[in-house]
């Protein structure tokens, strides 16, 4: 083998790799805070609602069949753009209702009255206060937002690896197998649609509650939801919790999930 | 060296080529699912990961296989293997750019991948799953092709890649260890969540992947002038009876721990891939086919008669191939989401184009180890002429 040729050549190569060391430097001169960069400023909203973590209370007593839940999936399909799929293998959810069974596997009791057995028991994601999506995100794409402990999603980053579907414990997260648009009956443009390969779930309704507006499906419960602060001991969501037996999904799995139920 | 892929025989061109038709087939059916979506798979709500990620998960495994040549070769100074080593790095190659395509097929927004770099989310097990098999790509990459073109020029490799070759057996374990933790680590899902996870898919690692490389030495064999070695081929066999044991094993303590403790949430998945739950069976078949293909190959393995017998023992690795493939590429994952978190079961079952894009990628990564082989064989025989 011509060795000159091959140390000519390799020569060439390293310093076409020293041509582009410039504007490497340069990037990293930037990083350090030599060259200012203007930051975002975000005005907060003065009736915007706040709290440490968001909760919520579902009184399932007062919900007696699906008619008590429909108008409240309904009003969120409607505000997040939630489309409808008629395959069930492709299907959207945000909040939807249950059976006790399925609620609660493995916690359900048996020789219920039937009046708790046939209760439709409304799921939805539980903004856990240790989310294993959270972790299992390898993007960032779904966070913890630290304000106020809602789980929630960014649509535009997320690469649809889908490791938060399998992280869930309460199968909360739903992905869009195809273009989600044709299906939605009548466009929200105060909301993003999404787009195809991505993941989505229930948001609390951050936006809602950065214009002063409780949650919509709370709004549409008429008392059958509560929500509020769960560090605020003066909050209604504790008062409930303190003087009613609450259950919470998969307690026992550590994630501590911020939505109760009264049983 | 590269020139020795492209210098070959009718058959070897046939073979390429018809490797290349079923990549493009794949890779058609992969331009229709970019533009409809994963929606043309058989993957749903509950079920959302499936015969890619399963088929990841199995090649992870033949990946890390590989070192069960690189290990007694230079760590326990087995000479024999010195003619086989570069088999087993170049298969670890090609199986890792399978796991990367396959991973790459699974996304839902591939173009939006470097995300993952950009970023950096070291709490995420699939941040740590990058970077192992990527280091693990990189370094077969740079010991194979050095120490084979230190080999065909006769003389020693360099030395500063000694301590690349020690780092890359440990790498190995590392790689199907973060491939274990990806599922064990996952609250509520209780097939998955056994500490015995990592050890088990190691140990049917160590079995598919040597079984795959005595089937690749005995067809070296037939179609070149170069003879890989029988002692080779029988230590290799050693190695993948013990790993098949064991692999039947860990089996069988999951199964004594999920049912003596008679936790349902355990038992349920087991029951669903062996006896079927509420009605739902689709995988029982094939899971009692897994384990009768693996105790076959146990017998066929063990056994020093027939273990001795080239002939046979090429029928074993086919079958212990095929049984771990079942057990991890079929049943692992989909046993895994089966009952859903809410105790729901909705069968997943692969769907056409999904098996046709899963097989393109089978068919790429069998263009590059051909190639691969074929690259080391050629120098193997310009030496040993």
Not at chain 1, 162 to 170: D, G, K, L, S, V
Not at chain 2, 42 to 51: A, E, I, K, M
């Amino acid at each position: 083998m011509d060795s000159s040729r091959r140390r000519v050549l390799q020569l060439l190569g390293l310093s076409s790799l020293a041509l582009t060391a410039t504007p490497v430097l340069n990037a990293f001169a930037k990083e350090a805070g030599h060259a200012e960069e203007p930051k975002p400023v975000i005005k907060p909203n003065k009736k915007a609602l706040m709290a440490k973590q968001w909760a919520m209370v579902i009184d399932t007593r007062k919900f007696e069949s699906a008619a008590d839940v429909e108008p409240l999936a309904e009003v969120c399909n409607t505000i997040h753009n939630v489309p409808h799929l008629n395959n069930k293998r492709h299907e959207i959810k945000w909040i939807w209702e249950a059976h006790y069974h399925n609620a609660f596997p493995g916690k359900a009791g048996r020789f219920l009255s039937e009046e708790v057995e046939n209760r439709p028991f409304i799921v939805l994601c539980n903004h856990c206060e240790n989310p294993p999506c959270v972790r299992a995100c390898p993007t960032k794409a779904t966070f913890k937002r630290e304000s106020d402990g809602i789980v929630l999603m960014d649509f535009h980053r997320c690469i649809g690896c889908r490791f938060c579907m399998a992280a869930c414990p309460f199968g909360a997260r739903s992905f869009n197998y195809r273009d989600p648009r044709p299906f939605i009956k009548e466009i929200n443009k105060e909301f993003p649609t999404r787009m195809k390969g991505v993941v989505e779930k229930c948001n609390f309704c951050a936006e809602r509650l950065a214009e002063g507006k409780l949650p919509a499906c709370v709004e549409a419960s008429e008392g059958k939801l509560t929500f509020g602060d769960l560090y605020d001991p003066q909050s209604e969501v504790r008062e409930l919790i303190r003087t009613h037996y609450t259950i919470r999904r998969k307690q026992v799995l550590g994630t501590e999930p911020s939505v109760y139920y009264i049983v | 060296m590269l020139e020795l892929a492209i210098k070959g025989g009718k058959k070897y061109y046939g073979w390429m080529t018809f490797l290349m038709v079923i990549v493009g087939v794949g890779f058609l059916f992969y331009m229709k699912q970019l533009d409809f979506g994963l929606g043309i798979t058989g993957l749903s709500r509950d079920t959302s990961w499936g015969f890619y990620i399963a088929n990841f998960t199995f090649l992870v495994g033949v990946a890390a296989g590989g070192v069960m040549v690189v290990l007694p070769y230079y760590l326990h100074d087995y000479k024999a293997f010195g003619r086989v080593t570069i088999l087993g790095e170049f298969l670890a190659i090609a199986s890792v750019i399978m796991c990367v395509t396959f991973i790459l097929v699974d996304l839902g927004q591939p173009m939006r991948v470097f995300n993952v770099f950009i970023y950096l989310s070291p709490r995420s097990v699939l941040f740590w799953d990058t970077v192992v098999l990527n280091g693990y790509l990189f370094l077969n990459i740079v010991i194979g092709w050095n120490v084979l073109e230190a080999e065909r020029n006769q003389v020693h490799y360099q030395p500063w890649l000694k301590p690349l070759i020690y780092l890359s057996i440990p790498w190995a374990v590392s790689i199907h260890t973060v491939t274990a933790f990806l599922y064990c680590g996952l609250p509520g899902r209780g097939f998955w969540m056994t500490a015995i996870l990592a050890p088990r898919f190691l140990a049917s690692a160590f079995a598919a992947g040597p079984a795959l490389l005595i089937l690749c030495c005995l067809i070296i064999r037939r179609v070149s002038n170069f003879d890989p070695g029988r002692e080779q081929i029988q230590s290799l066999a050693k190695i993948v009876a013990y790993a098949i044991c064991i692999n039947v094993f860990f089996f069988l303590c999951e199964v004594f721990v999920v049912f003596y403790s008679n936790i349902p949430e355990h038992m349920d998945h087991i029951k669903y891939l062996f006896i079927g739950l509420h009605g739902h069976g689709a995988y029982v078949p094939w899971m009692w086919t897994s384990i009768s293909l693996m105790l076959i190959g146990i017998i066929l393995t063990v056994n020093p008669i027939t273990r001795k017998n080239e002939g046979v023992l090429a029928v074993a690795c086919v079958v212990i191939f095929l049984g771990t493939w079942i057990d991890k590429g079929l049943g692992m994952i989909a046993g895994g989401f089966t009952p859903s978190p809410l105790h729901e079961i909705n069968e997943y079952i692969p769907s056409l184009p999904e098996i046709l894009i899963a097989l393109g990628v089978w068919a790429m990564g069998f263009l590059v180890l051909t190639a691969l082989f074929k690259i080391a064989v050629g120098i193997k025989e310009e030496l040993h002429e």
